[in-house]
T-cell receptor, first 112, second 112 residues
Framework: GQQLNQSPQSMFIQEGEDVSMNCTSSSIFNTWLWYKQEPGEGPVLLIALYKAGELTSNGRLTAQFGITRKDSFLNISASIPSDVGIYFCAGQDTGANSKLTFGKGITLSVRP | KAGVTQTPRYLIKTRGQQVTLSCSPISGHRSVSWYQQTPGQGLQFLFEYFSETQRNKGNFPGRFSGRQFSNSRSEMNVSTLELGDSALYLC???????????FGAGTRLSVL
């Protein structure tokens, strides 16, 4: 099935650094979502974006819905050790085909 | 407010057996969807139920089936298990099909 493009597969940063992740698609979506998954758990919703061009923050996290509706980015500022995990982007349509389409995720490691 | 509850958390089965997984959505949520997560394929959509009716289905064989009860709880069943069915099965609930989805911790299925 279709998947969104997230790269690189892994990122290694120093505590206190900012990090940015990008997600692209060949199709447009009406909603973009960012989830974080930690070992042994399900994905936890971080940010939901509903309008092209929208910029939304959640604490140290900021995400934007691309104006073409085919991409989104997530920025984490001043990283801390508990930011470690896998970050997934997901696109969602509306109506009958409102399933989530996921990227493969980016594994973030934070060095103290 | 309780989150999405999936039971059991872990399952070990052998090839050819069948298995039933359970999902209790967040109170008031009427839409339940199921996803399979594997290292190779990532998160793949299985199916979605709303008001006891399957509304959307992913590209999985007919061995994978599900249902939803009047209290919105959902079950998924996999018959004639294959080694490749080993995965983390995630359930997500939302108020309606178009709304943001919240995931449970998943059921880790191992097929030997």
């Amino acid at each position: 099935g279709q998947q969104l493009n997230q790269s690189p597969q892994s990122m290694f940063i120093q505590e206190g650094e900012d990090v940015s992740m990008n997600c692209t698609s060949s199709s447009i979506f009406n909603t973009w979502l960012w989830y974080k998954q930690e070992p042994g758990e399900g994905p936890v919703l971080l940010i939901a974006l509903y309008k092209a061009g929208e910029l939304t923050s959640n604490g140290r996290l900021t995400a934007q819905f691309g104006i073409t509706r085919k991409d989104s980015f997530l920025n984490i500022s001043a990283s801390i050790p508990s930011d470690v995990g896998i970050y997934f982007c997901a696109g969602q349509d509306t109506g009958a085909n409102s399933k989530l389409t996921f990227g493969k995720g980016i594994t973030l490691s934070v060095r103290p | 407010k309780a989150g999405v509850t999936q039971t059991p958390r872990y399952l070990i089965k052998t090839r050819g057996q069948q298995v039933t997984l359970s999902c209790s959505p967040i109170s008031g949520h009427r839409s339940v969807s199921w996803y399979q997560q594997t290292p190779g394929q990532g998160l793949q959509f299985l199916f979605e139920y709303f008001s006891e009716t399957q509304r959307n289905k992913g590209n999985f064989p007919g061995r994978f089936s599900g249902r939803q009860f009047s209290n919105s709880r959902s079950e998924m069943n996999v018959s004639t298990l294959e080694l490749g069915d080993s995965a983390l099965y995630l359930c997500a609930s939302s108020l309606t099909q178009d709304r943001v989805r919240y995931f449970g911790a998943g059921t880790r299925l191992s097929v030997l």
